[in-house]
């Protein structure tokens, strides 16, 4: 996957967490397959489909290096939510998502996104559209597996038609 893209795509989806453990894997599988299937559809020849892995880090502080700010950036990750069915896909616009507590709330985990919510802000603040997606996990291992539950590749079909919309609404 060619991450230079993303310099000057009108959007850019980032499918982020780690394909060795479980559902957290789901967006990286889920936009890989979108890049694949785009590549001969024109109505995407303006989107970047970003395979971010665990580096969506690294790639946003590139976008901002470079200059770049797209019309629009989809952040697509999976989470642990209480309250939320497996499987389940919110879309959330960044202006509803609270920056996280520096120093963190014990428990709440802020520091971990602080560096990725502030840098998707600054986007925003630039006139990127910012928007997360994200889909409730079933089971994220605590050692490596590659295995998708059942949830999440039931939700997988889903999610793709959720980017999809994002991407042409």
Known sequence: ???STMLDARIVVF???NTLFGDD???PRTVQRLAEEAGNTPAFAHVAFIDAGTAVRSLLT??????CTPDQVILVDIVQEEGREPGSICIVPLEKIAV???PPTPGRGGLHHAPTWGLLHAL????AKVTAITVQAANIPVFMSD????EAEAAM???ADAICACCTA
């Open 147 to 150: 295995v998708l539950s059942p």
């Open 157 to 159: 079909p889903a999610l």
């Open 100 to 102: 996280p507590d520096i």
């Open 1 to 3: 996957m060619d991450w």
């Open 124 to 127: 925003c603040r630039n006139g």
């Open 15 to 17: 499918g982020c967490g």
């Open 25 to 27: 894997g789901l967006a």
């Open 62 to 67: 590139d976008m901002a290096l470079f200059q």
